[in-house]
């Protein structure tokens, strides 16, 4: 197994992460490599596709995507947190653009051929029943804002799966 080495994209709080994970990619060779998280407000979805392709050529295999609503990144730019549709077009965009070098994103067209064919995990941050449906329902994995409780773990497990089972997909 690998380690996760994850950096916020928060950019009043820190520095920028697809920088600094591809200073990171350049120094260690298994260790896994990714936002903690990225958001669909502060970052066109191109971008951060390109990113991630870009390190992942540094990293091959190495590379996943955390994306969530906002927070702190967003927070600081006077925004509010992105609405559940918008973080799913987002999620389904930067997909796109990695497993076949085009999406569709607000009604346009984009393109980024030279990234894909390639699969790179997407890591939804989710701190509600809702979003967690989501992650279950998209994502390649999730990043559990709730607690640790067992009851929190349990309900979000059961959360978690119904969204799977909602996309045609196991948690297994």
Do not use: K
């Not at 709080?13 to 920088?19: A, D, K």
């Not at 990714?34 to 390190?55: E, F, I």
């Not at 702190?72 to 076949?100: D, F, I, N, P, S």
């Amino acid at each position: 197994g690998y380690d996760r080495f994850g950096v916020w994209d928060s950019p009043a709080l820190f520095r920028e992460p697809w920088t600094t994970l591809a200073s990171v990619a350049a120094d260690l060779e298994r260790i896994r490599l990714g936002t903690w998280v990225t958001n669909p407000l502060s970052r066109h979805p191109l971008v951060t596709a390109a990113c991630a392709a870009t390190v992942s050529d540094l990293a091959p295999g190495r590379v996943y995507v955390g994306i969530g609503a906002g927070g702190t990144g967003v927070w600081h730019l006077g925004m509010q947190t992105a609405r559940l549709a918008e973080l799913e077009a987002y999620v389904l965009a930067v997909r796109g653009l990695l497993e076949r070098g085009s999406a569709d994103w607000h009604g346009q067209a984009l393109t980024l051929p030279w990234a894909g064919p390639r699969r790179i995990p997407i890591i939804i941050s989710a701190h509600a029943s809702r979003s967690l449906r989501l992650a279950g329902r998209i994502g390649d994995g999730v990043v559990i804002g709730l607690g640790i409780t067992p009851e929190v773990v349990a309900a979000s497990l059961e959360l978690l799966e119904a969204g799977a089972r909602d996309g045609g997909r196991s948690t297994e």
